[in-house]
């Protein structure tokens, strides 16, 4: 069993994006600046955003952080917005995910200049990515593709099974293993809630990729030996003997599913830490592409 390491991949990949931002400021850029905008205060989003301004800082990146009420209108969110889009000084920006339920998360997704999308999230640039059209593609999927690639996990031919539609990752992750790329070229099956017998369909993939949020749902019974699994998920479970009263959980039970695996990402330091680097990927081009 090998272990797909997100944590040294990303940190290499930090260390190649800071010595080219180093080469582009030397040669007069103004470094590339990343905003996020998080929404109320949901320790898990919290936690995100913040990893994500602290990478900023690493690969030589300026950042902002822009953090509003939970009780914002939406009205007012969309002015912050354009804000950011206006700004000449912000090359991309986020918005941080879940959003409270009274404001339309697909209003304020496409009211980010798709320029300036770096979480590829915009109609535009998802319609760019299913076309196989240069994009900034979803930092999650990108990460995995990264990390397949940087792996030399064979992808040609084999048979992918997707577990979750989400937009972030089950639905762009099917559509990019099955184009024509270095991770990619693969035979796609995508599941979800309502598929039947999804162990027999777990049971015939080369590459599971668990992204459908619950914890330790794939355990070894419905995975062949040889396996590669990805897994996207990351949840907080109560635990009194951790400090900070939770432990983190995976959507695969690492323990069995390891042992049946040729290779497996962990939780953490798998996908989690691949999804901060692919953004600071993605600023950069969005940087590059201002000059
Ligand atoms: N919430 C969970 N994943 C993501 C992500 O990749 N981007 C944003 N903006 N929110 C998220």
New binding site residues.
Partial sequence: MILLDGKSTSNQIKEEIAVETKQLVDKGMRAPHLA?ILVGSNGA?LT?VNAKVKACAKAGFESTLVNLSEEISEEKLLQEIENLNTNPEIDGF?????LPKHIDEQKVLMAVNPDKDV?G?HPTNVGKMALNLPTFL???PFGILELLERYKVETSGKHVVVIGRSH??GSPMSILMSQKRTAGNSTVTITHSRTKNLKEITLQADIIVAALGIPEFLTADMVKEGVTVIDVGITRIADDTKKNGFRLAGDVHFESVSKKSNFITPVPGGVGPM?IAM?LKNTLLAAKRRS
């Fill in positions: 996020a989003s995100y986020i918005v941080q995910l879940p979480d999230f979803p930092a999650t972030i990752v999804t953004l």
